[in-house]
T-cell receptor, first 111, second 115 residues
Framework: DAKTTQPPSMDCAEGRAANLPCNHS???????VYWYRQIHSQGPQYIIH???NNETNEMASLIITEDRKSSTLILPHATLRDTAVYYC????????????FGGGTRLMVKP | KAGVTQTPRYLIKTRGQQVTLSCSPI?????VSWYQQTPGQGLQFLFE???????NKGNFPGRFSGRQFSNSRSEMNVSTLELGDSALYLC??????????????FGQGTRLTVV
């Protein structure tokens, strides 16, 4: 079973920041938080990951709370092409390439 | 460099038949994982291969099997197909053995329809 909880859907206006929350209250010290997204009919795409510090790359920012029980993925300026299902996943260090997907959040970016 | 390539993209099979799907990982990637995606169950992990050895396995019946070759290419096989095996089968490759600083690159998938 997935160890994360996400809202099933969210809307965001084009050009505004999209803030996608994720609850992972049972996360262990050796587990990372990963975010992927899946645009319709395509394979999932890696976005970002982190352990306990906030992370930023060219796609997004990841904010992890100090107790690590929740995190937020931020898309700073959402575009229509960001419409997708976003998955928050916890991954055990050294467990190999094994991802347990939950239901994800369906983000709809509207003009 | 080329991404993860899955063949074929679409497949129609009859109940009771078997099917083999192929995945060519990104050059240099040694870990290959397989996933099944259905509308009802979502994305589910099938198994992972690393250096020709199955390292992790999901909760699927023995009809689902896989293997990895010395060049890291992988195949998965489903025997005695059932209607419920209709799904998008996704392959993902990654370059390192652990979760630290790794990301999985997914292919476009093979859409299998069982009739």
């Amino acid at each position: 079973d997935a160890k994360t909880t996400q809202p099933p859907s969210m809307d965001c206006a084009e050009g505004r920041a999209a803030n996608l929350p994720c609850n992972h209250s049972t996360i262990s010290g050796n587990e990372y938080v990963y975010w992927y997204r899946q645009i319709h009919s395509q394979g999932p795409q890696y976005i970002i990951h982190g352990l306990k510090n906030n992370e930023t790359n060219e796609m997004a920012s990841l904010i992890i709370t100090e107790d690590r029980k929740s995190s937020t993925l931020i898309l700073p300026h959402a575009t229509l092409r960001d419409t997708a299902v976003y998955y928050c996943i916890v991954v055990i260090y050294n467990a190999g390439n094994m991802l347990t997907f939950g239901g994800g959040t369906r983000l709809m970016v509207k003009p | 460099k080329a991404g993860v390539t899955q063949t074929p993209r679409y497949l129609i099979k009859t109940r009771g038949q078997q099917v083999t799907l192929s995945c060519s990982p990104i050059s240099g990637h040694r870990s290959v994982s397989w996933y099944q995606q259905t509308p009802g169950q979502g994305l589910q992990f099938l198994f992972e291969y690393f250096s020709e050895t199955q390292r992790n396995k999901g909760n699927f019946p023995g009809r689902f099997s896989g293997r990895q070759f010395s060049n890291s290419r992988s195949e998965m096989n489903v025997s005695t197909l059932e209607l419920g095996d209709s799904a998008l089968y996704l392959c993902a490759s990654s370059s390192v053995a652990s979760a630290r600083n790794t990301e999985a690159f997914f292919g476009q998938g093979t859409r299998l329809t069982v009739v």
